[in-house]
């Protein structure tokens, strides 16, 4: 529930305004003055909703103050003027008094929704052995996944995860039910790849005994252990037809049955469904249930491949190489710059979990301080980029050949080209022969210190 701060030293206005907010599920709190509102964490409001004019400092005061929350300031239509002059310093947004009910409520609505897109950040996650982790990322992509998960969690309905294998599809899974109002109850896990065609039915809603061969005692199902709690059901294209006949009505109408019973029982279990699959073109072939499709296809998450993450795969490299330092109890081990270079540069068809695998291999094959990219073990030099061959009018250095390997870096090699050829080239033709986006040739220039040379201006 987002939680406002009224800050209005007119009782009524602020007691109106108060029960309006509350009536459309807002947590709201109030304070009469700049200086009242002082004595509350400011910044651990979702908005702050002040008047302009107030005894002693003005709600303009906040703005800096409450920061990074936003601030919306009321004001009467005589001081128009001065609503511009708080949005030049930051102010969120301005009403004008007398307000019309429902503009402001849009208003509110506007600001918070807004906001929440931009608070992105990375949920704390406990894992099973009951230490805690963040999920790691900036990028675009992430944020939004992050925004995701916090609007669903708490809204208990079917979650269908995709994305490529080792993107990590179980942290979210973990991180929504961590969220939601089930937390204290019990997360399941079950990957229907790992588990038998045979078997999965039984593991999955229990058995009586001698429901069949080898049944020598009754069992209790993956699904009834999860009862008040989350069902995690991981690679779920790999459900066999019946199997999945089973779970639709565990989803319909909250029952399941025993394998060799007649007996039918009530659960209250919530599913996250993850796959790498397409569902939707499975049910077409027959091999996937199109009305189980539409029943946990009611919100969706899409993890980007690490590929697909900019430099999020060197921040989840430094954390990760930090770790397997630890276990293999090598402190001080760190990447060579030609190996972070490689670890950006390299596709990841096994996402993270591949480059977890990688670092591993960096650091039980490291000679001295430093991992070069053989320790990496990415494949031959084929299958990875390569700067392109210097054209023939570039000068080659037989030093720089010999250099150390830390030395003689793609980064090295880039700031060398750029400086040598840009006065002959343009910024398209520089990105071509280097096999880059114009985009990227920007960005390694502003992480480089590499000016553009600028253009003289031509003579009238």
Same mark, same amino acid.
């Given at each position: 529930?987002?939680?406002?701060?009224?800050?209005?030293?007119?009782?009524?206005?602020?007691?109106?305004?108060?029960?309006?907010?509350?009536?459309?599920?807002?947590?709201?709190?109030?304070?009469?003055?700049?200086?009242?509102?002082?004595?509350?964490?400011?910044?651990?409001?979702?908005?702050?909703?002040?008047?302009?004019?107030?005894?002693?400092?003005?709600?303009?005061?906040?703005?800096?103050?409450?920061?990074?929350?936003?601030?919306?300031?009321?004001?009467?239509?005589?001081?128009?003027?001065?609503?511009?002059?708080?949005?030049?310093?930051?102010?969120?947004?301005?009403?004008?008094?007398?307000?019309?009910?429902?503009?402001? $409520?849009?208003?509110?609505?506007?600001?918070?929704?807004?906001?929440?897109?931009?608070?992105?950040?990375?949920?704390?996650i406990t894992d099973g052995g009951g230490g805690r982790q963040t999920m790691i990322?900036?990028?675009?992509?992430?944020?939004?996944?992050?925004?995701?998960?916090?609007?669903?969690?708490?809204?208990?309905?079917?979650?269908?995860?995709?994305?490529?294998?080792?993107?990590?599809?179980?942290?979210?899974?973990?991180?929504?039910?961590?969220?939601?109002?089930?937390?204290?109850?019990? $997360?399941i896990c079950v990957n229907c790849a790992a588990i038998p065609e045979t078997l999965?039915?039984?593991?999955?809603?229990? /058995?009586?005994?001698?429901?069949?061969?080898?049944?020598?005692?009754?069992?209790?199902?993956?699904?009834?252990?999860?009862?008040?709690?989350?069902?995690?059901?991981?690679?779920?294209?790999?459900?066999?037809?019946?199997?999945?006949?089973?779970?639709?009505?565990?989803?319909?109408?909250?029952?399941?049955?025993?394998?060799?019973?007649?007996?039918?029982?009530?659960?209250?279990?919530?599913?996250?469904?993850?796959? /790498?699959?397409?569902?939707?073109?499975?049910?077409?072939?027959?091999?996937?249930?199109?009305?189980?499709?539409?029943?946990?296809?009611?919100?969706?998450?899409?993890?980007?491949?690490?590929?697909?993450?900019?430099?999020?795969?060197?921040?989840?490299?430094?954390?990760?190489?930090?770790?397997?330092?630890?276990?293999?109890?090598?402190?001080?081990?760190?990447?060579?710059?030609?190996?972070?270079?490689?670890?950006?540069?390299?596709?990841?068809?096994?996402?993270?979990?591949?480059?977890?695998?990688?670092?591993?291999?960096?650091?039980?094959?490291?000679?001295?301080?430093?991992? /070069?990219?053989?320790?990496?073990?990415?494949?031959?030099?084929?299958?990875?980029?390569?700067?392109?061959?210097?054209?023939?009018?570039?000068?080659?250095?037989?030093?720089?050949?010999?250099?150390?390997?830390?030395?003689?870096?793609?980064?090295?090699?880039?700031?060398?080209?750029?400086?040598?050829?840009?006065?002959?080239?343009?910024?398209?033709?520089?990105?071509?022969? $280097?096999?880059?986006?114009?985009?990227?040739?920007?960005?390694?220039?502003?992480?480089?210190?590499?000016?553009?040379?600028?253009?003289?201006?031509?003579?009238?």
């Amino acid at each position: 529930m987002p939680r406002i701060l009224i800050v209005e030293d007119e009782a009524i206005i602020r007691s109106a305004l108060k029960r309006l907010l509350e009536r459309h599920h807002y947590s709201v709190s109030e304070a009469a003055s700049a200086e009242e509102a002082r004595t509350q964490p400011l910044s651990d409001f979702d908005l702050i909703i002040s008047d302009l004019r107030l005894p002693g400092e003005p709600g303009t005061t906040l703005i800096e103050l409450a920061a990074p929350a936003p601030v919306l300031i009321m004001t009467s239509y005589a001081s128009m003027r001065s609503a511009v002059d708080a949005l030049k310093q930051g102010a969120v947004d301005y009403v004008a008094k007398p307000f019309d009910h429902t503009e402001l $409520l849009e208003t509110v609505e506007r600001i918070l929704h807004k906001q929440s897109m931009q608070q992105g950040t990375p949920p704390d996650i406990t894992d099973g052995g009951g230490g805690r982790q963040t999920m790691i990322g900036d990028c675009t992509a992430m944020q939004e996944v992050y925004t995701r998960i916090r609007k669903t969690a708490p809204a208990d309905v079917t979650v269908l995860i995709q994305g490529e294998s080792g993107t990590g599809k179980e942290l979210v899974a973990r991180a929504i039910h961590q969220q939601s109002k089930r937390a204290k109850a019990p $997360l399941i896990c079950v990957n229907c790849a790992a588990i038998p065609e045979t078997l999965i039915e039984s593991e999955l809603f229990g /058995h009586e005994k001698g429901a069949f061969t080898g049944a020598s005692a009754a069992r209790t199902g993956l699904v009834e252990a999860a009862d008040g709690g989350t069902l995690f059901l991981d690679e779920i294209g790999e459900l066999p037809l019946d199997a999945q006949a089973r779970l639709l009505r565990v989803l319909q109408e909250g029952e399941i049955r025993k394998i060799g019973s007649v007996e039918t029982r009530h659960v209250n279990v919530r599913l996250i469904a993850a796959t /790498h699959r397409d569902l939707r073109a499975l049910s077409k072939s027959g091999e996937f249930r199109l009305d189980l499709y539409y029943r946990l296809n009611v919100m969706q998450i899409a993890l980007p491949p690490l590929r697909e993450r900019e430099d999020d795969v060197l921040k989840i490299a430094d954390i990760l190489l930090e770790k397997a330092c630890k276990r293999h109890e090598r402190p001080g081990l760190r990447l060579s710059r030609a190996a972070r270079q490689d670890l950006r540069d390299y596709p990841w068809p096994g996402n993270v979990r591949e480059l977890e695998n990688a670092l591993e291999r960096g650091v039980i094959l490291a000679e001295g301080h430093l991992i /070069h990219p053989d320790d990496l073990g990415l494949g031959p030099a084929t299958n990875r980029p390569h700067p392109p061959a210097v054209s023939p009018g570039a000068s080659t250095n037989d030093d720089a050949t010999t250099a150390d390997e830390d030395d003689l870096s793609l980064e090295d090699y880039f700031q060398h080209f750029v400086l040598e050829h840009q006065d002959q080239m343009s910024e398209t033709e520089l990105a071509q022969k $280097l096999g880059i986006s114009r985009k990227n040739l920007w960005e390694r220039r502003q992480r480089l210190g590499i000016p553009r040379k600028k253009t003289a201006r031509r003579q009238n």
